[in-house]
């Protein structure tokens, strides 16, 4: 499941991968946030925390959110990944031509300093 990870910066939202994530997880948890976002004109900076709760993430919903970042490619300011799967690396290399503005992966120890990123140049 997906759920919205409660203390971030202004300006970002964030959620974090637990147990198994499925599609229904992104429509029914992350594109409303998304959708509200995009609605009040605010830029999207979106952290995704795949820690070690994570047992599965299926490609459905990954899918999913790419098809979502197709639809809205100028709503995409930034993204951070924090994540220590390895195999999650070449992966994101390849997302980062398919989804729109800044992509960046950080190990989950620099979880802060990924929240840090997301947050720069917020406006008061």
Avoid: C, N
Avoid at 86 to 103: D, F, H, I, K, T
């Amino acid at each position: 499941m997906l759920t919205r990870i409660r203390d971030m910066p202004a300006g970002t939202v964030g959620f974090e991968a637990v147990g198994k994530v499925d599609d229904d997880d992104f429509s029914d948890t992350v594109e409303p946030v998304l959708r509200r976002e995009i609605a009040a004109g605010r830029s999207i900076r979106l952290l995704y925390l795949l820690g070690p709760d994570l047992r599965e993430y299926e490609g459905d919903t990954l899918a999913e959110e790419v098809r979502f970042a197709a639809r809205h490619p100028t709503s995409y300011e930034r993204v951070a990944v924090v994540s220590d799967e390895e195999w999650l690396r070449p992966a994101l290399r390849v997302l980062s031509v398919l989804v729109p503005g800044q992509l960046r992966a950080f190990p989950v120890a620099e979880l802060p300093a990924a929240k840090d990123w997301l947050a720069v140049g917020d406006r008061p």
